[in-house]
C-alpha cells in the first residue's frame, strides 16, 4: 500500500485512443455534445490493475514515479478513479501533476476563451481534487504537492492575481507545497520532508542551476503513455515567451534512451514518440543537426516499436539540413508505418515579430527569411509523410496589425498543406512571465480573422488526414474513422453557423515541389560549426 500516491486527471491518465494528438481535444470545453461524448473521442479510460495502478501513465509523472522509488520511497502512481482505495488511509502525501489545471495555457486558454466555458482539463482536475476521499484525506493531514508543467497556475502568485482559484484551493482543504521545474532530485528532499511532518516550503523554483544532469535521472519503471520515450531535455534557441528554454540542454545517451524502450515494448506497446523539444538536433550542442547522431537514434526506436513519432522540431532545425529528413523517412517509414506526426511552433508570418520575440528560432536564417522557410519546410515535410500539428500565437506583446496580416498570408500560402493550424493565445511564461494574459475581449478585426482561417484550414485538411490518422489494423478504424469525421462535420457546421468559417483569399503555394531539394532552399546566413 504506496504512502505516496501520485495521480493527475482523467483527460490526461489517458491513451487518447492511441493517438497522442487527440489529447488536444482535453483542452476544448464540452460544447452542444455531452461530455461522455468527448471522453469516448479524445480520453477514454486507462485500464488499471488490481491495485488501481495504470497500465500507462504520463512520461514526466512515472520520471518522478522513478526517482522516489530509486530514492527508497513506497511510491506509485494511482489511477484518479481509484484514489478512495488508499485515501483516507495508507496515504500520506498526494502528489498532483497536470498540463494545464485551470484551462490558463494554450491551446485551452484560446478555445476556453473564445467558448466562455472552462476546457474539459479544467472541469476534470477540479473533480478529481473535490473528490470526497481527497477532501476527508487532507482534513486527516494527508500533505499535497503540486508539481508539473502547469505548477504555476496553482503557485501563490498566481492564486494571489487570480482569486477564483484561491477559493477552488480552499474548498479541498489546501495545498502545502508547489514545485516549479525539474524536480527529479528535488522531489526526494520534499517528499521525505513531509512524511516527516516536517515544514514544507509554499513554492519551490527550481534554477538551471539546479537541473539534474543526466546521470541523475532516474529511468522509467513502468510503461508511459504512448511509448513516450525522453531523449533529452532543454533548448537552446531562447525565444521569450517559452518556459523550456530557460532550461540547459541535455542529452540522453542510446544505452539510457533504450532501457526506456525495454520497459513499454514490454508492455506491447507497439507505436511510440521520441521527445525532446527539437528530436532533429538530437545530440548536438548547438543548432546544426547532426545526422551520425540521429539516424541511429530512429534506427534504435525501430527496433522497438513498428511506428515511432516525434514530439518537436524546429522549422530552421529542418532547413539547416533539409536533406536529412528523407534519410529519417528512410529509417521510418515501412509497411507497418505510412507516416509521422509532429508538432511545430510557427507562431507568426510575420519578420518582425521574429525579432522581436524569438530571434534564436529562425537561427542560423534571417528573420526576413521566415516566412520562405515555413512555406519550403512544409513542402519539404509532406514530401516526406511528416503531417504535423502547427501553432501560432495571437497576442504577443509588441504584436501589430501588420504583423498579424503577414501571418495570415502564410496560413493563405499553407492552404494546401497536409497539417492542423492551431492558433493560442498568448500565455506570460519564460522571460514574459509578468506580462498579462492575452484575452478574447483583446482581439481585433484582424486577429479574429486569424483564428477564422486557421479554423478553416483546420476542418479542410483534417477531413483528408482522417485516413491516414487512424491506420489501425481491424474493424475498428471504419468505426473511428467514421465518428470523427462527423465530428468534424459537426464542427464545419457550428463555424458555419456562428459566422467563424473563412476560406482563403487567394490559391495557396504550391507545396509539393519536384525540385525542391537542393536549390529552392535558402543558404544558411551565419556559418555553424558541424
Known sequence: MPEVVITCDWTMMSNHNGKEFLGFGTTTPAYVLPERAYKRLFYPDMPVDENGFPVAAPYGMRKIEAALIDGGFDARIVHPSHLHRYMPGSAKVLLISGHDYFGLNPPASTFGGVMHRDPLNCVNFKR???????????????????????????????????????????????????????????????????????????????????????????????????GLVEIGRGCCRGCSFCSVTTRPTRWYGLDKIEEELRVNAAVNNRKG??????????????????????????????????????????????MTKPKLLPKCAEVLIDDKQKWWGVEIGVETGSPHMITAAMPGKVAPFKASQWPELVVQAAGLLNDNHVYPACTFIVGLPQETEDDVLKTIDLIDDLWDFKALLVPMFF????????RDWFQRDMLSDVQEELLKRALTHGIRQSKGLLTEFFDWEGAHTTAYRTAFRGFIGFLELIAKMHGLYSPANRPGRSIEDPNRYPDRLPIPTIPVRE
Not at 287 to 302: D, F, G, N, S
Open 128 to 226: 478529481m481534487m473535490t473528490q470526497p476521499a481527497v477532501v476527508e484525506a487532507r482534513k486527516r493531514g494527508m500533505k499535497i504537492i503540486a508539481g508539473g508543467p502547469c505548477a504555476w497556475q496553482i503557485a501563490p502568485p498566481t492564486r494571489m492575481k487570480l482569486p477564483w482559484i484561491q477559493e477552488f484551493v480552499d474548498s479541498f482543504g489546501g495545498i502545502d507545497s508547489v514545485v516549479e521545474g525539474e524536480g527529479d532530485i528535488f522531489v526526494k528532499e520534499i517528499v521525505r520532508k513531509a512524511l516527516a511532518d516536517e515544514y514544507l516550503p509554499p513554492h519551490v523554483i527550481m534554477t538551471p542551476k539546479e537541473a539534474p544532469k543526466v546521470e541523475q535521472i532516474s529511468t522509467i519503471k513502468y510503461a508511459s503513455v504512448n
Open 273 to 318: 514518440i521520441l521527445h525532446s523539444d527539437d528530436v532533429f538536433f538530437y545530440g548536438s550542442p548547438n543548432v546544426m543537426p547532426r545526422e551520425e547522431k540521429l539516424i541511429p537514434l530512429l534506427q534504435l526506436a525501430k527496433r522497438y516499436y513498428e511506428q515511432v513519432g516525434w514530439s518537436h522540431v524546429a522549422i530552421a532545425s529542418l
Open 427 to 434: 500565455v506570460p511564461l519564460g522571460h514574459l512571465k509578468s
